[in-house]
């Protein structure tokens, strides 16, 4: 009976800790440096499809443990009408690779190599199979949108934003 007494005790006395204080709300505090990013952002997407896009960001978004950026992009891109099994296979791609084009298999390992490059760098068959199917100017941007995702999905850890919560509207 004390050891049922003891865990009861132990989950009421964690339930009852407080909760850590309000992080910071990064464009607020550094308003300039939140709206290059907005710029930085909207240059990369430029030509982009945005189908591409949205896969591009909810893999790093995986990748990162990313829960706000992760609801977020699979929203926008159900709005913009991708496929559910596609949403679904993301994370498996290559397991699943019958469900994207080649293109978009050689962003997604270019994604993966980018946001995970202190685990190898960015191999070099990678890049050379991306640029197989990206211009130059299409492949410096699917590169930006990389740089950018995994920027806002180190803001958005960083700052303990919610997952469901979509602040977009109010900037």
């Not at 050891?3 to 464009?27: E, G, I, K, Y």
């Not at 893999?59 to 990162?64: M, T, V």
């Not at 992009?73 to 690779?97: C, P």
């Not at 590169?143 to 469901?164: C, D, P, Y």
């Amino acid at each position: 009976m004390t050891n049922n007494t003891n865990a009861t005790q132990t989950a009421a006395t964690a339930s009852a800790a407080p909760t850590a204080a309000p992080r910071l709300n990064f464009a607020k505090a550094a308003p300039k440096a939140f709206k290059a990013l907005i710029g930085f952002d909207a240059a990369a997407r430029d030509g982009l499809d945005p189908a591409l896009v949205e896969l591009i960001q909810i893999r790093a978004s995986l990748l990162n443990g990313c829960a706000y950026c992760l609801h977020m992009h699979t929203s926008d891109a159900r709005k913009a009408g991708e496929d559910e099994a596609r949403l679904h296979m993301i994370g498996v791609w290559r397991e699943a690779r019958n469900f994207f084009t080649a293109k978009e298999q050689a962003a997604l390992a270019l994604t993966e190599s980018v946001t995970l490059v202190s685990q190898g760098g960015v191999p070099d068959d990678v890049y050379v199979e991306a640029a197989r199917h990206f211009d130059g100017s299409e492949l410096a941007r699917v590169l930006a949108l990389i740089f950018t995702i995994n920027t806002w999905n180190r803001i958005a850890l960083s700052t303990a934003k919610v997952a469901g919560e979509d602040e977009r509207a109010a900037h």
